[in-house]
C-alpha cells in the first residue's frame, strides 16, 4: 500500500501563484509515475502533469505553460508549481501514485478567485 498526503492548497487571486506538494509512504518503489489529477465541480477528473522516474514530464494541454512539476526522489515527493493562476484553475487536486497499481491522495482544494 502507498499512502499520498496532499498539502498547500487554499485561495489564491488570479495571476497569483500557489504551490501544491504531496508526500508518498508505505510501499513505494522505483518505477512509478507521480503526478497530478484535478476535479472541477460538476466535471469529470483531468489530468494535470506528471513526471516518470527517470524525471520525464507530461502536462496537460491547459496548464502547459503555467504549471510546473518537480519530484524529490529521495523524498519520494511531488511538487506542482501553480503560476499566473486563472479562475477556471479551480478544482480538487488529486496526488496520483501509479505502479503497478493507482494510488491516490485525498485531494486538497484550490481556489482562484478575487
Known amino acids: 500500500q502507498v499512502q499520498l498526503v496532499e498539502s498547500g492548497g487554499g485561495l489564491v487571486q488570479p495571476g497569483g501563484s500557489l504551490q501544491l506538494s504531496c508526500a508518498a509512504s508505505?510501499?513505494?518503489?522505483?518505477?512509478?509515475?507521480m503526478g497530478w489529477y484535478r476535479q472541477a465541480s460538476g466535471k469529470e477528473r483531468e489530468f494535470v502533469a506528471h513526471?516518470?522516474?527517470?524525471?520525464?514530464?507530461t502536462y496537460g494541454d491547459s496548464v502547459r505553460g503555467r504549471l510546473t512539476i518537480s519530484r524529490d526522489y529521495v523524498k519520494n515527493t511531488v511538487t506542482l508549481q501553480m503560476n499566473s493562476a486563472k479562475v477556471e484553475d479551480t478544482a480538487v487536486y488529486y496526488c496520483?501514485?501509479?505502479?503497478?497499481?493507482?494510488?491516490w491522495g485525498q485531494g486538497t482544494q484550490v481556489t482562484v478567485s478575487s
Open positions: 513526471v516518470t522516474n527517470n524525471g520525464r514530464t
Open positions: 508505505g510501499s513505494v518503489f522505483s518505477g512509478n509515475t
Open positions: 496520483n501514485y501509479r505502479c503497478s497499481q493507482n494510488y
